[in-house]
């Protein structure tokens, strides 16, 4: 039954692709089993125009008008040379095919696996966002406010479900005090990253979701940036402490590999687009609570684990980490 009703509905894919694009023969389409199909199904279209990705939204104004959107930044984006996947269009010169409850867009297929962090591939991603962010300087985007941006605050429940978890893998003093030094971080951070702080920092159009997943590589090479769904008017810093908590934090404790990872991203980030003073001293608090937000909601989705670690290792983990960025902060903030 099950198997019937998936290819029922891969039926209907390929017939309204055929009926709308222009690819000559084409094979059944199939679900592209190396991702997740959270938000949208995701189809793997093969025929004699070339290979595609197609994907399916809802119908319905908020995300017609953010799909129309994507479709202009991609194309913004080629047309500046970086490497993202171009949109297929229909007959009629349309971007994506609407029904009556969904709406279907087809993508050229992008080759390539998650990036590898090795010292080209940090230099390549930080270069990359750097020019995303200057050639889409002054482009028109949705409207939104561009100062309330993810990260900016760690959910305070969320942290506390964390610090349970560690409390009952272990009840000891070095977990409380591990706790202890997050939570002065993030006091600190809430000071720093305040809303009426914000206009000191600049703004535009970010990708919004920038990590290693969405950086596809060929070896060292970048063959494609992908999921532009979060893209609009945000705050630099979002983007940049997305790339520097998923590419250059991660799970270390070495201080110099830390710093090594990140001045590397930094400057060739600076290539094209030059940090503030106060993005410079702010930027490692919003490093700070985007990696603590990400593990805290990680964990119980990953049953009690995060790229290994239990809730007790990552209040270690943190904690280390954390009082480095702090460090850093200080650092950019005196000139040191």
């Given at each position: 039954m099950t198997s019937r009703t998936r290819i029922e509905g891969m039926d209907i894919i390929a017939q309204i692709i055929r009926e709308h694009y222009d690819l000559g023969e084409m094979a059944m389409p199939y679900q592209l089993a190396t991702t997740h199909q959270r938000r949208h199904?995701?189809?793997?279209?093969?025929?004699?125009?070339g290979k595609f990705l197609a994907k399916t939204y809802k119908n319905d104004p908020?995300?017609?008008?953010?799909?129309?959107?994507?479709?202009?930044l991609v194309g913004h984006l080629v047309n500046n040379n970086l490497p993202v996947a171009g949109i297929q269009k229909t007959r009629d010169g349309h971007t994506f095919v609407t029904m009556d409850t969904?709406?279907?867009?087809?993508?050229?297929?992008?080759?390539?696996?998650?990036?590898?962090?090795t010292e080209?591939?940090?230099?390549?991603s930080g270069e990359a966002l750097g020019r995303f962010h200057h050639v889409c300087q002054d482009m028109p985007a949705p409207p939104r406010d561009a100062r309330k941006w993810r990260f900016?605050?760690?959910p305070r429940q969320t942290f506390r479900t964390f610090y349970e978890h560690a409390v009952k893998e272990r009840n000891d003093q070095e977990v409380h005090a591990h706790c202890n030094n997050i939570v002065k971080f993030l006091k600190d951070a809430?000071?720093?990253?305040?809303?009426?702080?914000?206009?000191?920092?600049?703004?535009?159009?970010?990708?919004g979701d920038w990590h290693g997943g969405n950086?596809?590589?060929?070896?060292?090479?970048?063959?494609?940036?992908?999921?532009?769904?979060?893209?609009?008017?945000?705050?630099?810093l979002e983007d940049i402490a997305y790339a520097v908590s998923n590419l250059c934090v991660r799970t270390s404790v070495n201080s110099e590999k830390l710093l090594y990872r990140t001045n590397m991203l930094l400057n060739a980030y600076e290539i094209h687009r030059t940090l503030s003073y106060a993005e410079r001293v702010a930027l490692y608090y919003a490093v700070g609570v985007k990696h603590i937000t990400t593990v805290s909601y990680q964990l119980?989705?990953?049953?009690?684990?995060?790229?290994?670690?239990?809730?007790?290792?990552?209040?270690a983990i943190l904690d280390y980490q954390t009082r480095w960025l702090a460090q850093q902060s200080h650092k950019a903030r005196w000139g040191e």
């Open positions: 199904r995701k189809m793997v279209v093969e025929s004699d125009a908020v995300t017609l008008d953010a799909l129309y959107f994507q479709h202009n969904w709406a279907l867009e087809l993508q050229a297929f992008i080759e390539g696996g998650q990036m590898p962090v080209n591939t940090l230099k390549i900016s605050e760690v809430k000071t720093m990253l305040d809303i009426d702080k914000r206009y000191a920092f600049e703004t535009g159009v970010i990708h950086l596809l590589f060929v070896g060292e090479k970048l063959n494609g940036i992908i999921d532009m769904e979060f893209a609009g008017d945000g705050c630099y119980p989705q990953q049953n009690g684990r995060v790229a290994g670690y239990t809730p007790r290792q990552w209040m």
